[in-house]
């Protein structure tokens, strides 16, 4: 009895730690996202090129997402011009997870499946 009551409360702990590793969901973003062509924003393939790593978009994000310090819509000026719809997105969905976010990027782009 005692053993199989520690047994539970490993597991149970190994079970919040798989579910807070995986708490970022991509599902909001495919309103507007796709992996590899732009939607109402851009494809996530060519985001993922232009940063080249989770840890460069994470940092972009953590200064704040600027639009200036944004790999794509600093220099696309057709998404510049959209760039508030992203604010909007990042300071309801993105702030304060930032990591999770930029690995959730990566890792859709890698599986082709967001
Ligand atoms: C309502 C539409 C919408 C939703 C939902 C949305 N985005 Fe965006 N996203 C855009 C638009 C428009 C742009 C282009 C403007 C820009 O780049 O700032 C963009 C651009 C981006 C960029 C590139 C920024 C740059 O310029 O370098 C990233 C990264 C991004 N989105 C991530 C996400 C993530 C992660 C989610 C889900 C949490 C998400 N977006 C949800 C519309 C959206």
Redesign the pocket.
Same mark, same amino acid.
């Given at each position: 009895m005692k053993k199989s009551f520690k047994l539970f409360v490993a597991a149970a702990g190994l079970l919040a730690i798989s579910t807070s590793a995986s708490a970022f969901s @991509?599902a909001? &973003?495919k #309103? &507007?996202?796709a992996i590899d062509h732009d939607v !109402? +924003?851009?494809a996530?393939k060519r !985001?993922a090129a232009?940063?080249g790593s989770e840890a460069a %978009?994470a940092k !972009?994000f953590k200064a704040g =997402?600027k !639009?200036d310090e944004?790999?794509? #819509?600093?220099t696309?000026p057709k =998404?510049?011009r $959209? #760039?508030s719809?992203? @604010? +909007? $997105? =990042?300071n309801h %969905?993105?702030k304060g997870h930032e990591d999770e976010?930029a690995k #959730? %990027?990566f890792a859709a782009v890698k599986s082709g499946k967001m």
């Open positions: @991509t909001p &973003c #309103a &507007c996202h !109402v +924003g851009p996530w !985001v232009k940063y %978009l !972009v =997402f !639009v944004r790999k794509i #819509a600093s696309e =998404f510049k $959209q #760039a719809i992203m @604010t +909007g $997105q =990042f %969905l993105i976010a #959730a %990027l």
